[in-house]
């Protein structure tokens, strides 16, 4: 199985890929994988990384066999010359990014480059993209930058940066591909990989969970039964307490755990229950620890619940889209093709232009939550046209 494997439906970047990893001579230094969320973006920087540091050949000639001790720790995440920065809390800072800068200046200890990997390149702090700048700029003669980001607009990677990077375009993968991937890879029965696959709108993941998560898909169709059920002020309310519950019910399953081992692995690596000399300023040191702990852990989960909330909010703007596609019968695929008779039903009852303040309204909410508007009253404001129209 090549590193190629996991990506689904993008022939071209592979090829391009897999040519630039077998001619090293022509190295490009910094490159930006760009698409949209869930074709894979970080997918194929991984197998890229692994293809470059890959000590073989595959059957076809092309680097990144998937099966030497270079490839297969590279996609496990172990390769000591490959650094893969995911942030976890809502922007990369500038001291995470100048501890990485350094290290991306070292030479390579085992394998042929130093490689960086930053998964979501769009949420720097502007003094991180300042000092990932300087690096990218004059790099290091074995190092490679991997970046990725949903777009190379300038709202996503600064024009100073992305002047530097070979960009890689990928695209959304068709309905077809991730259905084959979920049945051949996965070991989805085919009925329902296709159902997922049909749902997801383009995002692999999300067909993955869809077709394995009972709890993602009953947070689907809460989100998907709202358009139809707002019939009261009242109704405004209580929807939105259900979505903000729910998306912190999510965000809550996903950390509890994590969040403790992290106190608990804190505690022990600062001596927690030692005695003698010095314990009195390791104590202060261990506050200031936890201190940092705690806030990395509460913006991880802001993160997380609005990251929650923004899948409802997409299904919900789905929906609205696909009731104008009825009205209009235009001829495109549905982004819901199971909820059809809820965006018929809606297409009779409501004029095009009120649908459109609908979706209008959903989008200004993902807007509003990304500048950090409270979510129940970006919430509540959406919910208020959704029902009016
Ligand atoms: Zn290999």
């Not at 990384?49 to 680097?63: D, I, T």
């Not at 502007?126 to 990725?148: D, I, M, R, W």
Request: aromatic share 4%; net charge neutral; with cysteine.
């Amino acid at each position: 199985m090549s590193v190629w494997a996991d990506l689904v439906g993008q022939g071209r970047a592979i090829a391009e890929l897999s040519h630039a990893a077998a001619e090293p001579s022509a190295m490009t230094h910094a490159w930006l994988f760009t698409g949209p969320p869930g074709c894979g973006r970080s997918v194929a920087a991984r197998a890229f990384a692994a293809a470059l540091q890959c000590g073989q050949s595959s059957a076809e000639g092309r680097p990144g066999c998937g099966r030497c001790q270079s490839c297969r720790t590279v996609l496990a995440g172990t390769h000591p010359d490959v650094r893969e920065v995911v942030p976890e809390g809502l922007s990369i800072s500038v001291a995470e990014m100048r501890a990485l800068v350094q290290i991306a200046a070292r030479r390579p200890s085992t394998g042929r480059w130093q490689i960086v990997l930053i998964a979501d390149a769009d949420r720097l702090t502007e003094g991180a993209a300042n000092a990932l700048l300087k690096a990218v700029e004059e790099p290091a003669n074995a190092t490679v930058f991997l970046l990725c980001a949903p777009s190379d607009h300038p709202d996503d990677v600064p024009v100073t940066i992305r002047s530097r990077c070979r960009v890689v375009p990928l695209c959304t993968p068709s309905t077809d591909a991730i259905a084959a991937v979920l049945a051949e890879r996965d070991g989805i029965d085919p009925s329902t990989a296709e159902w997922a696959a049909s749902v997801c709108g383009g995002h692999v993941g999300r067909a993955r969970r869809m077709a394995r998560d009972d709890e993602a898909r009953a947070r689907r169709e809460q989100a998907l039964r709202l358009p139809l059920t707002l019939r009261s002020f009242g109704d405004v309310f209580t929807a939105a307490d259900e979505l903000i519950g729910s998306a912190e019910a999510e965000a809550a399953d996903l950390s509890s755990a994590r969040d403790l081992a992290e106190r608990e692995a804190l505690a022990i690596a600062m001596g927690a229950g030692g005695t003698g000399k010095g314990v009195a300023a390791a104590a202060r040191g261990a506050k200031a620890a936890e201190r940092d702990l705690e806030r990395k852990q509460r913006s991880r989960a802001t993160r997380t619940q609005r990251d929650a909330l923004d899948r409802a909010l997409v299904d919900l703007a789905g929906f609205y889209r696909d009731v104008l596609v009825v009205r209009f019968g235009a001829a495109v695929a549905f982004t819901h093709p199971d909820h059809l008779p809820d965006a018929q039903r809606a297409g009779a009852a409501w004029t095009p232009e009120s649908t459109l303040r609908r979706l209008e309204a959903v989008l200004s909410c993902r807007k509003a939550l990304a500048l950090n508007v409270k979510p129940r009253i970006a919430v509540e404001a959406m919910l208020t046209v959704l029902y009016t129209g």
